[in-house]
Nanobody, 120 residues
């Protein structure tokens, strides 16, 4: 069974920084793309940033320059460094991964989410 567990969320003042982490665990043979999504109250879940196994990244246009995604393939982890945070960044942040579990087919897996609240 594959699990994704996020950490690092919390309350921060506008202009501050947070670093989110997501650890994938279980019987994992391989992980392809990993990504961070977020969902604010009353809004749809949206892509924040994605990263391939080889390290190629993509970002939501509105977040370029403030957020940085990275990963550690050896540890099955993905990170999101968030700088110059704004109140509109307040949301639940979810980790997503395309995982090949041992003995199974490729599948999409989600973490439970971590709350990020930015106060003005």
């Amino acid at each position: 069974q594959v699990q994704l567990v996020e950490s690092g969320g919390g309350l921060v003042q506008a202009g501050g920084s947070l670093r989110l982490s997501c650890a994938a665990s279980g019987s994992i043979f391989s992980i392809s793309a990993m990504a961070w999504y977020r969902q604010a109250p009353g809004k749809q879940r949206e892509l924040v940033a994605g990263i391939t196994h080889g390290g190629s990244t993509n970002y939501a246009d509105s977040l370029k320059g403030r957020f940085t995604i990275s990963r550690d393939n050896a540890k099955n982890m993905v990170y999101l460094q968030m700088n110059s945070l704004k109140p509109e960044d307040t949301a639940v942040y979810y980790c997503h991964a395309e995982v090949l579990p041992a003995g199974l087919a490729w599948g999409d897996y989600w973490g439970q989410g971590t709350q990020v609240t930015v106060s003005s």
